[in-house]
C-alpha cells in the first residue's frame, strides 16, 4: 500500500507561528514542570510530568492561540503491522485542532544521562528513537508531514555538550540517511541548542525533518 503523500495545504500548516507555538508550550511546560522532572530519570515520567503542565497552561488560555492545541501523551497510533492493543504510542503529541487539515507535531522523547551507558548517543538515534521516524511505524504515521520532533531530556552535562554528541553520532549512522548538513536554527530562545536534520525515509520518497530539542532538566 503506498503511504500518503502530503500535500501543498497540508505542508504550508507547518507554519513559523504553529512551530513557534509548539515550542513555546514545551518551554512553558518545563518551567512548571521541572521541580517533579528533578526527581526522575525515567522518559515515561519526565514526559507525563510535561504534559500534564502544557495541558494546564492550555487550560488557562495563558494566550489566545492556546484554546487551539491540544497536547497527548501516549498517543496510539495505527499502522499495517499492528491494531488495537499492539498499537505504538507516541510520546508526545501536540495538535491544532480547528485548522481544516489538523496538522500534528510528533516528538519521540529520550533521558540523557551520561554516567547512565544506556542513557547516551545510542539511547537518541536507536531504532527504538529517532530512527522511528526513517522507518517503522512512526515513519508510515508521519509520512503526510514534513517535520518531527526529538526531545532530549538533559539530565547531566550540559545541552551544548549534549548537542555537540549527538550531531556527531548523527554523522556517523549510516542507518539514519542523513542528508548533510545539519543545521542549528534557533525557534524560541528557550532552546538555543536547537537543531534541524533532514532524513530519507523508507515509507515515502519525501525526506523528512527532524527538528532536535534540548531540554534542561539538570
Not at 492550555?58 to 488495537?84: F, M, Q
Not at 495538535?95 to 510528533?106: A, D, G, I, L, N
Request: net charge neutral; aromatic share 12%.
Amino acid at each position: 500500500m503506498k503511504s500518503p503523500q502530503p500535500g501543498r495545504a497540508v505542508v504550508e500548516v507547518f507554519s513559523a507561528s504553529f512551530r513557534h507555538h509548539v515550542r513555546l508550550l514545551i518551554a512553558w511546560g518545563l518551567e512548571l514542570a521541572i521541580d517533579s522532572i528533578r526527581q526522575t530519570d525515567k522518559e515515561e515520567d519526565i514526559t507525563g510530568f510535561l504534559s500534564d503542565a502544557m495541558n494546564k497552561i492550555l487550560d488557562t488560555y495563558r494566550e489566545p492561540w492556546c484554546k487551539h492545541y491540544d497536547v497527548h501523551n501516549e498517543h496510539p497510533i495505527s499502522s499495517r503491522e499492528r491494531a488495537g492493543n499492539s498499537r505504538r504510542e507516541i510520546d508526545l503529541l501536540i495538535k491544532f485542532v480547528t485548522h481544516r487539515y489538523k496538522p500534528e507535531y510528533v516528538f519521540e522523547a529520550k533521558p540523557l544521562n551520561y554516567p547512565k551507558l544506556y542513557q547516551r548517543e545510542n539511547n537518541y538515534i536507536n531504532k527504538d528513537a529517532l530512527q522511528r521516524f526513517i522507518r517503522g511505524e512512526y515513519a508510515e504515521f508521519t509520512a503526510r508531514y514534513p517535520e518531527v520532533g526529538m526531545l532530549g531530556y538533559v539530565l547531566s552535562d550540559t545541552p551544548e555538550q549534549w548537542c555537540k554528541r549527538l550531531k556527531l553520532a548523527i554523522d556517523n549512522d549510516p542507518d539514519l540517511y542523513l542528508i548533510p548538513p545539519q543545521i542549528d536554527i534557533v525557534t524560541v530562545s528557550n532552546f538555543p541548542y536547537e537543531w534541524m536534520s533532514e532524513h530519507q525515509r523508507e515509507s515515502s520518497a519525501r525526506p523528512i525533518k527532524i527538528y532536535h530539542l534540548l531540554l534542561n532538566c539538570r
